[in-house]
């Protein structure tokens, strides 16, 4: 919550022990420029996935199984035949719940809980700080000490419903070596749903709760060597963790766009076989 500017010009940088310098910052650089490229980089994403979930158009490729990953699992008598590789146990939905219901949500908790993202929107949203050494607008910080934000601890959670998500992401990529005439078949379809699973599993399994519960909470690393092995290999995914954050962003909205130009008979697949 911002405070007025009186009480805000008292606390912090501005309190009375402090020497007096009156700017927010001294900094010359261009230290706005990461938040805001963060700000416009989450709201093009957010924006695209909304309305891509929610139109029902276009996410399905009959003739060579390509299912978009906004739409899995598709699980209800809504989805359009052959796109539920899961059977319908859900009867017809309303328009206002998306198709994916039941994994968007927890894929949302997943990456708004995920400690990248975290620091990505505490700084450029709530500008807490907005940059290192910058004077935040804010009086008072109470950090994840209450509600909401004390919800944040339970990103382990997402992080075990997302390794499930990731494993019906992987089943959809192979239903999709598929044929038009049936059988066996493949193409540039398969090759972006591929790339995009991959891609999902390392940010997956490059969290840092996979890594606190793979070995990073053990004490004593010499009496669980494959644990130790598995924590290792964690640790060099995780030092790329904010980068694949954003490539999995990337290519989901590749992967989903692609489907959707093929579905829609805007483009058509290039076939390598079948
Ligand atoms: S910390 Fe980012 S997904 Fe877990």
Same mark, same amino acid.
């Given at each position: ?74 699980? $209800?008598? $809504?989805?359009?035949?052959?796109? $539920? ?68 601890n339970s ?31 493949f193409g ?16 997956? &399994?490059?969290?840092?709760s996979c ?22 290999? &964690? ?32 483009? $058509? ?6």
């Amino acid at each position: 919550m911002s405070a007025p500017a009186t009480e805000r010009d008292t606390v912090g940088v501005f309190s009375p022990g402090r020497a007096r310098i009156l700017a927010r910052t001294l900094r010359q650089d261009r230290w706005w420029l990461s938040p805001l490229l963060t700000v416009v980089g989450l709201a093009a994403f957010v924006i695209y996935a909304t309305i891509r979930s929610f139109v029902r158009t276009a996410y399905y490729a009959a003739d060579y199984h390509y299912l978009s990953p906004f739409y899995s699992p598709c699980l $209800s008598e $809504s989805c359009v035949p052959g796109a $539920s590789h899961f059977g319908t146990p859900f009867p017809e939905l309303p328009v206002w719940i998306p198709l994916a219901f039941l994994s968007l949500p927890f894929l949302l908790g997943f990456r708004l809980t995920c400690y990248y993202y975290r620091k990505a929107y505490y700084r450029s949203v709530w500008l807490s700080p907005p940059a290192c050494a910058v004077a935040e607008p804010h009086s008072r910080y109470t950090g994840e000490t209450r509600l909401p934000l004390i919800i944040q601890n339970s990103h382990r959670y997402f992080f075990y419903v997302a390794v499930i998500i990731s494993v019906i992401n992987t089943y959809d990529a192979i239903v999709a070596f598929h044929g038009k005439g049936g059988g066996f078949g493949f193409g540039l379809g398969n090759v972006i749903l591929v790339v995009n699973v991959l891609l999902l599993w390392t940010y997956t &399994v490059s969290c840092h709760s996979c890594r606190h519960v793979t070995g990073g909470r053990l004490k004593h690393f010499s009496k669980h060597p494959v644990r130790y092995w598995v924590w290792s290999q &964690v640790s060099k995914l995780n030092t790329r963790h904010m980068q694949f954050a954003w490539i999995t962003l990337g290519t989901l909205v590749l992967t989903d766009f692609y489907i959707m130009l093929v579905a829609s008979n805007t483009i $058509s697949d290039l076939r390598f076989v079948g």
